[in-house]
């Protein structure tokens, strides 16, 4: 213990300074640990809003990158489609040759390859962005995933209400596609409609 006015060493049970007679000794030992102890009480710093929100927000595809995807899978969809309904279409011609005409048997053949055509392509998209893969096959090459609005992988229901959604988007004159140039989440009409996101991978 020291005095706080001449710094005579005291002892520990001493009231006043003998040198100067200072009443109320100072310990040099407690002004020392209160000086430890006040950055120990500082806040530790905190990561800032923004990096914490960079870090979480994704990808979302733009209006091109959707376009370039939309293409892909109308090649592939096509040569899918014409793999499928060719051999249904002789089989259709080779079981009608006994009892209608060339003109019949070729109507029935044009039916019968736009309701496969459908079917192909139907099922192109649904059973793709329902499964594991999150996408059709050329979403898939371009590193584009369908999400629900949570980020979560979404259902045959949903995939279902985004295809068919896209009826909508097609009626409105081509609005429907072109808000995902626009909206804050690059969603269509029918990404809305089904309450889906296009995210990059």
């Given amino acids: 213990m020291f005095c706080s006015r001449c710094g005579q060493s005291l002892s520990d049970v001493a009231n006043f300074c003998p040198a100067c007679g200072e ?26 809003p923004a990096s914490v929100v960079s ?10 990158f959707r376009v370039l995807a939309a293409l892909i899978d109308g090649i592939l969809c096509q040569i899918a489609s014409f793999l499928v309904a060719l051999p249904m279409g002789f089989i259709l011609g080779v079981s009608m040759a006994a009892v209608a005409d060339s003109e019949t048997i070729e109507a029935m053949g044009g039916l019968l390859g736009a309701v496969l055509g459908m079917l192909v392509q139907w099922l192109w998209f649904t059973l793709a962005e329902s499964s594991a893969w999150q996408g059709s096959l050329g979403k898939k090459l371009l590193g584009i995933k369908v999400t629900d609005e949570q980020g979560q992988r979404i259902g045959f229901g949903r995939a279902n209400a985004r295809y068919w959604g896209k009826i909508v988007s097609t009626i409105t004159l081509g609005i429907g596609f072109l808000m ?6 690059k969603q269509g009409l029918h990404d809305i409609i089904a309450g ?6």
């Fill in 23 to 48: 009443a109320r000794p100072v310990l040099a030992e407690v002004a020392a640990a209160s000086s430890l102890v006040e950055p120990a009480l500082a806040p530790a710093a905190q990561p800032s």
């Fill in 55 to 64: 870090a979480d927000t994704p990808r979302y595809a733009g209006f091109w």
């Fill in 180 to 185: 995902v140039a626009f909206t804050q989440r």
């Fill in 196 to 201: 889906t996101l296009l995210v990059r991978a």
